[in-house]
């Protein structure tokens, strides 16, 4: 089956709301805490010179906020792909150095695909709809492999296939 397009803007699309609103929450949360809070309680000598705090400061938050985003990305990107949704959630939050968003992205499952006959998302290795029992991938009758629709031929077993509809 072909894997739909994806772009970055369809991708970004399905970050959900909650994830934008607590990355700006914690962009807002790095700039309170280092231009307010921690300038208060160091010596002004102990920090650097302020255009260096400054860039600290803005791109600090930013990261912070493209971190969630991303976890926001994962929750809902699993989701769709029939994935263990809070484990690769929690996976990529509590496995350092990005390592859970490596894992993710080598191993994450191709989308899911709706089922031609009722609609329902499937998986894109599924064979059958779970829900109609539409065979979504068609077989060769006599061997059992799946085949392309307008075969005549199975490849494997050379019988006839013609008459098997997908
Ligand atoms: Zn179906
Ligand atoms: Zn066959």
Not at 98 to 113: C, D, E, S, T, V
Not at 115 to 127: E, H, L, N, Q, S
Request: hydrophobic letters at 50%.
């Amino acid at each position: 089956m072909n894997q739909p397009k994806s772009t970055f803007r369809s991708e970004v699309a399905i970050i959900p709301g909650i994830a934008w609103w607590l990355a700006l929450l914690a962009w807002v949360l790095v700039q309170v805490i280092l231009v307010v809070i921690v300038p208060h309680h160091a010596h002004p000598k102990d920090l650097p010179p302020m255009p260096v705090w400054a860039l600290i400061t803005v791109l600090g938050g930013t990261i912070l906020g493209v971190v969630i985003l991303m976890i926001g990305y994962v929750n809902a990107d699993s989701k769709r792909r029939g994935m263990n949704s809070l484990l690769w959630t929690l996976l990529v939050i509590f496995v350092p150095k990005a390592l859970g968003f490596i894992a993710y992205f080598l191993l994450r499952k191709p989308l899911m695909l709706p089922c031609p006959k009722c609609g329902r998302a499937v998986g894109a290795d599924f064979r059958y709809c779970p829900k109609c029992g539409h065979a979504i991938s068609p077989m060769c009758a006599h061997c059992g492999r799946s085949i392309q629709s307008d075969y005549v031929c199975c490849p494997y077993c050379g019988k006839n296939v013609a008459v098997v509809a997908s």
